[in-house]
């Protein structure tokens, strides 16, 4: 009543809406009903898309500034679930394009060339934001991959290239993370000492047990000499930058510390929210991937081992592309480090104080 | 090749697709986050709308024929348990829109007046072209259904209740079905032995039963002439035509008793299809429910008890149509009428070979 | 290697596990394929609800210390989201049940009589746990809902029903919440002010508008002053007894003002998890509710009008209970005295700080 | 009432099932809560599976008569189709799993060697079931993919593999198709004129088109012509078996034919069963994949590069294993062969009234 009056239909824009499946089918003279199905889904898989930016803007521009106030933290972390909780349903999508047999598809097929979700400018945005690098991306005819955009798109995407992605946000902001050497608490010492004593307490079970072989015992032992080389790596500032330089881990050496520091104690008040932050960013990713998985699967079943537009089967791309496009790889290995919490170093009461809230100081 | 080419922005329309997301919020100077969510939430679901109302038209088209081909079968089936599968899917689009909190919602809510769900006018056409009749609607405020539409849409609904819905399309389909009495098989007579003898038999187990108690055989007893009660309403024409005049059954009495054969003995070749259309036509039933259903639990929990715009809580509302609005009732009560497979009628072989494909006589 | 060796079908008790398939269609010689189905859907099921049972007790033993520490919370939240993933995903298996029809049923129902879903036990504790008491249960048959229970599991309802359930553990901690009243922010004083304010500004608003008719700003004013009356019942504990004695409400009126402090203010880091907890409760209501209601739509099509075992027919029953045994229903109606954001009182510093986390300070 | 009754709890062998759960956790002195969930989510895993094999080897019954009557057919299709729901169902499981996390997991972990999923017998006979030889499955180890299992379970598992698969029944039964050759319609000649004279006219709009440069001309003969060689190795029986004999297809000749004669022709009501069929047989394989997918990204999420139990890390072994043990691939190539349906070859009328139902003759 206290602003002018707005109808559901004008609102939604539906007029328009409603009225852009445009069928290349009907235009060349023979309308193949399945046509609008395969405009619908693309059409909604980009609203959705437009969401997913919606939400992964906001997050960046959370984190972008420079002191970030702490109510701000769940924003962005339910802005991030909400992206996973987006991707989940739309991954179901596929479900309804499958009823679209191959046969109905080459009725139309035809007519679209060289139309191809490869030009899916929002998707490569996402993907881009996110802080997938373009060394990183499959490499395809030997051309930048949004050389298949439109010019303008081809610009903003280069700008976008030129961003700060969430991974690089989300690494600054893990090295401002406190308590990684509090007072009286130095987390990333105190670990390695835990990490050592759990090592050594195991292999004198192994060897005092009179039950297993030398051969046996033997065997054991270089097992976990092999385990204990890689928690050393870890250990070794050095070691970690030579790996880092060889590309096989991205994060920063104080970054990888806290994710650790978060992920060990997650159940302390203070450290709740960005767990979920991480557990996010993992899921974000892994439904990425899934997304490609499936798609790859799709067009395999539709197309079989039918050449594509560009010269290679669109599947093995998609294929390919799965694993290879996924961004928080190192946070995924980061399990690798992770002890029993029954061998994890005691916060001192103090530090622990600072952990919880103020209210209670 | 062919045809000109055409690249992916522009053959789905994404230049204005992408734009049609207007804030109110924002127009009036208070940008809400959620509101980007709100719109394409509901964007996405009419286009979904028009791709069930594309599959609908033409499922009625098929059957509109006065000669259906043969081959026609396949495809109206597979059309409905497309739509079946979007609303499975769409169902569960309700989870995203959760994730706005009532708090959210408020942030814009007040700018929407008096635009409702209630106002979309795709869901009202397809309730209507599966065949809800207006006087079945759940009244609101004295006036019908249509009257919050725009002028155009309420001419085009006007003309849309005048059609001859799926409902009435699929009840004529049933009264031509075949088989109900062939040359060497009339089932209707020989089904309400089969009922017959069943009640029999089954009276003669519990009466010759010594461990049960007169009391207890009497209250069996009693229950059974309950049920046979029921079955004996469907034997009589009359009495059928009685109960369909108050309104308590909507099919016609032939077209019942075709339900019922396609039902007894789907796993013949000839009624495997039909089978499948019945069982569609259960499921989009049975869906709409459920989304009307979750509708009104999301209201309850977004709003409490907040008196809507028309003067009732919305969550009631919708509470009530969830079961009212329902359109294939006859279909679910039909399983009152099942018997066992054991007990069924066989039929004869000349019958059978016709219930069967050509190739092999 | 440091404990003796176990195997996966051991482990698991496979042997036994899947070994209790027993048909009694077999049993009585006329063995019906689709019973092993059946089984095997209400085996899964009554796993799963022994999966909810242990995540709720152990919650339920969170919320029961005298003293609960600050890091158990994060773990209750965590257990009770994991009781609605699992709502979420047992939810759709009604779907596989649905694969067998009404028919398929038939083969094999008599056999069970008087076995029903209604028996069982583990589905009625995690009610009883939640907070339904056995007086806002559908009443049926005149006689108390676990009659139809074996002896043993009688009496472990009875206990069961003596316990303290989680809404009685909640409202207890609810009234608990600190910053209700802390030294410089009155939470509830500011709140009804804040309400006032609005009711105030949004009737200037209407009545200052020269285009509306002296008809629509009294109606306008009539509406507003009906919501008023809603708010100003909260805003007297005494008549807000009255409503609580007439059982319209079951909340404490202390823990009614700290939920909607919670879910007003839950941006606040300290109101983080406390909001993820009431938001899981209401999921667990809304979620219990949809299985009901799934329930008996598919009984009904299962059964048509069928009498049932119990003298009436099953789906009315389910449909009944759909609503009536909510638990929650007070944190459902909350939203009705939510306001916007942007007229919140705003908390003073000093006790914004203390929501926040120590190290801070 | 005419069967001793039988309670809801024994029927379901409850008493048991309930107390299955014994966490090695608990036994060693240390409860982990989460043991109890990872019991639960791999116990309702083989239950499922139970189910799928008794729908696998009722539908192999079928497939296996040498005489198949024409009613069997649906009910096979429904069963393959409640095996698709249940895998459909069954993938989305692993969401809950994964809300252990990863330190979760750590508590119990080493409690459970050497056991592991790869032990599953259940999940191993469906994969020989459908058709997995045990030389096409990736070998680890260097020894049998069995030889992890039970000596019972190994015998058993070694008697499976000399069973005919469904893989093996539905070639064999593709080979007895009808309508591969009939008096007036000789498929395989008129599909490869169909195939010819396509190829002929695609290319004749390309040559005649005066805009496209003598490159591009060239370039896109260059390509059809690739196309048309993959078709020709299809039309030569000869080059068929060397294809075949290399390992890359399966099927046998005249089976790829009949398949393809379904796929193109489903419309015909004779063969919408057997399209239903093909169907399923590819999202069970599809499904099978992703399920092998996912928990291939649970294994990495969970354990990061941690070395497993037997020497390498479990993600990778899925990863490698999730294409690798496809069993369909020769359906899914299929595609490649599909042609429009406006190019397919007439059938005609008296074949086609062969592929209808006989009252209609």
Redesign the interface.
Known sequence: ???P?????D????D???N???R?SEE?G?PA?DE??F??V???Y???F??ML?ELE?VISIFSQTQMP??D???AV?RL??IV??Q??IN??I??LE?M???DF??FR?????????????WRKIETLLGLKIQDRLQFNNSPFYKHL?PD?QTEMQKTLERTSLFDLVDSWLQRT??LESSDFDFWKEYQTAVNEMFQA?LE??MSNPE?TPEVKAR?QQ?ME??QK?FHALFSEHEFNQIKAAGQIRLSYKSLHAALLI??Y?????F??PFRLL?SL?DID?LM??WR??HA?MA????????GTG?SSGHDYL?SAT?KHKIFTDF???????????KLPKIPLHTQ?????????
């Open positions: 009543m206290k602003y009056p707005v109808q559901y239909h609102y939604l824009g539906l328009h809406l409603l852009s499946q445009k290349r060349f023979h009903h609008t199905l405009i619908i693309h059409q909604t980009e609203l959705w437009k969401q919606t906001s702490e109510t933290m769940g924003t339910s679930e909400r909780g987006i989940r349903y179901g999508q479900d309804i009823t047999t191959p046969l080459l009725e035809d007519y679209l060339y060289p139309a191809s979700g490869f030009q899916s400018f929002q439109r798109q406190p308590f195991d079970v192994i297993l054991n097992m092999g385990s890689t992920q060990l997650r159940d302390q008040p203070v709740q929210l557990s993992l892994e991937t899934q998985y499936r699967q395999h079943r539709m197309l079989g081992q039918k050449i010269g294929k694993e995924f290995n980061l399990s690798t480090f992770f002890i029993p919490k029954s104080k600072q952990m919880g809230y103020g209210f209670q100081s």
